[in-house]
Each structure stands twice: as structure tokens, then as C-alpha cells.
């Protein structure tokens, strides 16, 4: 089964425009040639974009943000907020952390193109595919094609414009000084 769809020349379009824009309200024979072209293709892959929603507008430049982390990335651990951040950033990264391990549909730690643009839809973005490609490339700070969850995260916290976020150092080390007395014999 197929999808036939109407499709007008591009010459009956401009002629249809003419006439309305130079016979208003006057009915003007026009002849309509229908061309159907048959498909047999399955549902597009991105969602489409509800009701209300809008397109986004994509930053002209990025500067990732340099947070402290603790522990190195795993995967199969849970993420780990960096150190000395705020409990308001804090959320949003961990917001961010479940939108992404639910769109790393192959597990393996990073999103390539594709579910990148599908978790991106559930965030609320919408964008054409050349602002995708652009902002995608933004974000994959290491310029391997895949973007990390690390950089995924502080992309999303960075355009809540919480960013730039300058985490607190981690504190010194407490020096304390133990005196140990003499053992009895």
C-alpha cells in the first residue's frame, strides 16, 4: 500500500499565485494537470512536532563549560553531578543524564546522529536539518562524531543559561597533627 500525493508543477503554481494576485475575486479558468507519485515508505523517523510547539533558535557559538568530576565516566554507573556544583544545576544535569542513557538505544555510552536528534526532540528542540548538523557538531566538542553524555549534559545546562558555571575548587585537604603517645610496656 502507497501514499498518493497530489503534486502541482511548480509553472501551475506561479500561475495560480499570478492570477490571484492580479484577477482578485475574479474566477479565472486554469487547468489542473495531477500528478501522482506512489511511495511505499513507512512512517518518518523523527516525531512530528506538536501542537504549539517552535522551532528553536541555535546558538551561532558554544564554549564548553570545565567541570570538576570526581569519578571518570562508566556507563553502566549512575552519573555523577561534578563536584562544588549548585542543587538547581545539579537537576538539570540529571534531567538531562535520563533523557540521554533513555535515547542510547545500542547502551554504548554515547549518542550518535540520529538518537541525538530524537532526544533533542524530547527536550523540546525542533530544528531543519541543517541547523541540526550544526549544533550537533557544536556539541561533539571532541570531534569524534558521537557526543559523550558528559557533553550532552553540559550542553543542556549551559542552554538553560546556567552556564558559564564556574564550579568551586575542591577544598584542601584538612592538615590535622596527631600526637601519639609512647606505648606501655
Known sequence: LGTHLPIPSPSQLFLTFIDKM??????????????????????PAMPMMPVGASYVTIPTSYTRAVYTYTVPYDRYAPFVVPYGIAPHIADCMLQASAIFRT????????????????????????????????????????????????EF????????????????????????????APPYY
Not at 22 to 43: E, H, I, L, M, R
Not at 159 to 177: F, K, L, N
Request: hydrophobic fraction near 40%; charge should be negative.
Open 22 to 43: 492580479y484577477y482578485p475575486g475574479y474566477a479565472v479558468p486554469t487547468t489542473t494537470t495531477t500528478t501522482t507519485y506512489t511511495t511505499n515508505v513507512a512512517a
Open 103 to 150: 535515547y542510547d538505544l545500542n547502551f554504548s555510552g554515547f549518542l550518535d546522529y540520529n538518537e541525538w536528534r530524537l532526544a533533542m526532540h524530547q527536550l523540546g528542540y525542533y530544528m531543519n536539518d541543517f541547523d541540526a548538523v550544526r549544533l550537533f557538531s557544536m556539541i561533539d566538542t571532541d570531534r569524534s562524531g558521537q557526543i559523550s553524555e558528559r
Open 153 to 180: 549534559v553540559e550542553y543542556w545546562v549551559w542552554s538553560r543559561g546556567y552556564a558559564p558555571a564556574v564550579p568551586m575548587m575542591a577544598p584542601a585537604p584538612m592538615m590535622t597533627t596527631v600526637t601519639m
